[in-house]
Nanobody, 127 residues
């Protein structure tokens, strides 16, 4: 099993930056990739981005491209989501997830691709 814990959420103003962290523990050797999803109130959970655990290769959703960056420190078993130029539309609960297998790239954005999930951290952006 892999346990994931997100941190770094909070209340910020539009235009601010925020960095979320995801700490992995347990059988971290099983991790092939880490991803970030978010869920706004009343909406479905949506893919934000993904990073290969060994390669460091990233895929970022078009909706946040140019503003959000994913990085990792796999020596510390941590993944990060740097969010810049935040907008009230970015408000939601942010989740990190771990993929324990080599997945088809076309499935990167699907929740069912990921085997382990954190509890989420709330990000609120005020206008």
């Amino acid at each position: 099993q892999v346990q994931l814990v997100e941190s770094g959420g909070g209340l910020v103003q539009a235009g601010d930056s925020l960095r979320l962290s995801c700490t992995a523990s347990g059988h971290t050797f099983r991790i092939y990739a880490m991803a970030w999803f978010r869920q706004a109130p009343g909406k479905e959970r949506e893919f934000v981005g993904r990073i290969g655990w060994s390669s460091g290769a990233t895929n970022v959703a078009d909706s946040v491209k140019g503003r959000f960056t994913i990085s990792m420190d796999n020596a510390k078993n941590m993944a990060y989501l740097q969010m810049n130029s935040l907008d009230p539309e970015d408000t939601g609960v942010y989740y990190c997830a771990a993929d324990s297998k080599i997945s088809y790239s076309g499935n990167y954005g699907q929740q069912r691709t990921y085997d382990f999930w954190g509890q989420g951290t709330q990000v609120t952006v005020s206008s």
